[in-house]
């Protein structure tokens, strides 16, 4: 019955509920913007920018240009009714990777959102295969711009290419990175107990560059579960 039931889950949006699991998995189809998929994800931030979805992709709306603290209004969904532990990883989308502008793909665990709010961790890495690339772990402790870098590993091994799959997980207070199942970065962290799993990106661009690059990178689908669940 779980076999089944995992199976035609990938072939649309799907959500399962028990007393102690959850699971969910997309693929992205249609158009949303922002992403909703049923109103089973949201943005709740309102100084942050929104995903939304388009030709199976679910890409950023930044403007890549912002300064300041306005730099970081990632744009980021995530999803509700999960508990604490938690793992989610997503397939990359990089039509045209590049050092023009930075592009992150990132996993949110234990995210909340609320008006000038938004706390969790972000677990990243930048869309670019070289000595530029980097797996980050952040926490992000509410109002925009107010954050703390948990871990921060840097080189060849640490980027992403179109295709790779990046994933996290949060088990008390213990986080780690994946990307093809090969771990990149491990950090502990008890700040948070609670919140769901989620999706971000962010792009910003030397001098105005690559004003369009939002739809260039993204996700090409995404499953998150309560750890435990099979």
Not at 64 to 86: C, E, M, R, V, W
Not at 157 to 163: E, I, P, T
Not at 206 to 229: H, K, L, P, V, Y
Request: charged share 20%.
């Amino acid at each position: 019955m779980h076999r089944f039931l995992l199976i035609m889950l990938f072939a649309a949006p799907g959500l399962r509920l028990s007393a102690f699991a959850q699971f969910y998995t997309t693929r992205f189809q249609g158009t949303e913007n922002p992403l909703s998929e049923n109103g089973r994800w949201r943005n709740g931030g309102v100084d942050w920018t929104e995903i939304w979805t388009t030709n199976g992709i679910a890409c950023g709306t930044q403007t890549g240009t912002n300064t300041g603290i306005y730099k970081f209004d990632d744009s980021y969904a995530h999803l509700s009714g999960f508990p604490p532990d938690q793992e989610a990883w997503g397939e990359a989308h990089i039509a045209k990777p590049g050092s023009s502008c930075i592009q992150e793909l990132e996993i949110l665990l234990r995210w909340t959102s609320s008006a000038h709010r938004t706390t969790g961790y972000e677990c990243f890495a930048r869309c670019v295969s070289s000595e530029s690339s980097y797996v980050q772990v952040v926490r992000w402790e509410g109002p925009l711009g107010k954050f703390t870098y948990l871990a921060d590993l840097r080189g060849t091994n640490y980027g992403l290419k179109d295709g790779d799959i990046l994933k996290a997980s949060i088990v008390g207070s213990n986080i780690t990175v994946y990307i093809n199942g090969v771990q990149k970065a491990h950090v502990a962290d008890d700040t948070y107990n609670q919140g769901n799993p989620g999706i971000g990106e962010f792009l910003a661009c030397e001098r105005g560059q690559n004003r369009g690059a939002n739809a260039e990178f993204g996700f090409s689908s995404f499953t998150a579960r309560a750890i435990g669940e099979r």
